[in-house]
């Protein structure tokens, strides 16, 4: 089946610095990515949602000099948490979907759990 | 604007007995639903999904969904639960149009299945 990878699936660091999280489709090509936030107990957040070779696409409410995402090929997207907070400490899903068809679903990395002290 | 919606925050069902997670949607055009599951700590995996066709949808691990289309609803079965099958369950709506061919996420719902 499909896999995501998504590296690394925990880190903990200090305020002020930036932190970037991988995400990549193994045996895929992922023309979309997306990007999720989740609190605890509660619903994922879509963040924003990015295409292979453009700018990625923001939710409302959503910084992007906050959350840089590059999606540079069609099997690897990055999110970089700039000048991260404690506010930001969350847990961070990818997700990749080949094509747009309705019959393509979203496949799913196993999570960042981010904190920020 | 699609929405999803979970009524159930937590389910409890005894292991051997048939389960139930509940789910319906709202959509503007026609829904493409599916189910997910999340175990502590992880992402989601693919249970299944109705895109057209069958009301009676299989999937993964023997879970299977019924697609109603009079009363909106998708909700997720299994005849006979596991204690493995513990996991928070989430339900998702798709739709081309008016919801930018996006996920849409319930709030989930977690199962508890007890010996």
């Known amino acids: 089946g499909a896999v995501v990878s998504q590296h690394p699936s925990w880190v903990i660091c200090k305020s002020g610095t930036s932190v970037k999280i991988e995400c990549r489709s193994l045996?895929?090509?992922?023309?979309?990515m997306f990007w999720y936030r989740q609190f605890p107990k509660q619903s994922l957040m879509l963040m924003a949602t990015?295409?292979?070779?453009?700018?990625?696409?923001?939710e409302q409410g959503v910084e992007k000099d906050k959350f840089l995402i590059n999606h540079a090929s069609l099997t690897l997207s990055t999110l970089t948490v700039t000048s991260a907070h404690p506010e930001d400490s969350s847990f961070y899903i990818c997700?990749?979907?080949?094509?747009?068809?309705?019959?393509?679903?979203?496949?799913f990395g196993d999570g960042t759990r981010l904190s920020i002290l | 604007a699609q929405s999803v919606a979970q009524p159930e925050d937590q389910v409890n069902v005894a292991e051997g007995n048939p389960l139930t997670v509940k789910c319906t949607y709202s959509?503007?055009?026609?829904?493409?639903l599916f189910w997910y599951v999340q175990y502590p700590n992880r992402g989601l995996q693919f249970l299944l999904k109705?895109?057209?066709?069958?009301?009676l949808v299989k999937g993964s691990y023997g879970f299977e969904a019924e697609f109603n289309k009079s009363q909106t609803s998708f909700h997720l079965k299994k005849p006979s639960a596991l204690v493995s099958d513990s996991a928070l369950y989430f339900c998702?709506?798709?739709?081309?149009?008016?919801?930018?061919?996006?996920?849409?996420f319930g709030t989930g719902t977690q199962l508890k299945v007890e010996l």
């Open positions: 990015s295409n292979e070779g453009s700018k990625a696409t923001y």
């Open positions: 045996d895929f090509q992922a023309t979309t």
């Open positions: 109705y895109i057209t066709g069958d009301n």
């Open positions: 959509v503007s055009g026609n829904p493409y």
């Open positions: 997700s990749a979907r080949s094509g747009t068809g309705v019959n393509q679903p979203q496949h």
């Open positions: 998702a709506v798709r739709a081309l149009t008016g919801g930018g061919n996006k996920l849409t």
